[in-house]
């Protein structure tokens, strides 16, 4: 009895699977190192000493240009202001606005660099928590406006909590991390500035 053979399999088959296999390998081969090549660009550039030197100064320069209309005003305008007795005393503003500046400068050096314009979304809600920071304090101490002075303190709030998550998205969570601390002072002082407008009428 001749055994049941199975047909072969014909040439022209076995050599299109070979040629497909041939053809998908250099594919399959060069599809790693992509990847790789950009978890490598994600990685955070070394920012110049310059650079950051310039960010953190000017940042804290131009927040103290406040001071010039906040230091007329603390006596004997807001001294005479009835205040809630988590109230902090005067001397504490000044090293806690210098180090929170300070540290907005930095975000700002990891953030955008050199080339600021390159990423106009989170420079943009910068920019428009700027204004706000600097409208502040002609509004509260140089107009004694306490209600718009807390509309605007409130407004300043998001915008930072707004920047602080732009940040984030664009530079990394330590970069968002970094403005933490000013999101937490901005939503002490809207509570005071609120609280001083109910009790000064």
Do not use: D
Not at 51 to 79: D, F, I, M
Not at 121 to 147: D, K, M, Q, T
Not at 157 to 170: C, K, N
Request: aromatic letters at 10%; a positive charge.
């Amino acid at each position: 009895r001749e055994a049941v053979r199975r047909p072969p399999i014909p040439k022209p088959m076995r050599l299109s699977t070979v040629a497909l296999l041939a053809a998908a390998a250099p594919a399959m081969a060069l599809s790693a190192p992509p990847r790789k090549m950009h978890r490598m660009s994600a990685a955070p550039k070394m920012l110049a000493p310059a650079t950051v030197a310039a960010w953190v100064s000017g940042s804290v320069v131009v927040g103290a240009s406040g001071a010039l209309v906040v230091v007329p005003n603390l006596k004997p305008w807001y001294e005479g202001l009835k205040k809630p007795w988590w109230s902090p005393p005067n001397w504490l503003f000044g090293p806690v606005w210098t180090a929170l500046y300070a540290l907005i400068g930095l975000a700002c050096a990891r953030t955008f660099g050199t080339q600021p314009l390159a990423r106009p979304r989170a420079f943009y809600i910068f920019a428009i928590h700027a204004v706000l920071n600097i409208a502040w304090s002609p509004i509260f101490f140089g107009a004694h406006l306490l209600g718009p002075g807390f509309i605007t303190s409130l407004s300043l709030l998001i915008a930072a909590g707004a920047t602080a998550l732009e940040f984030a998205r664009v530079s990394g969570t330590a970069t968002g991390l970094l403005l933490a601390p000013y999101v937490l002072w901005l939503a002490y002082a809207t509570g005071l500035n609120l609280r001083l407008w109910q009790l000064n009428p």
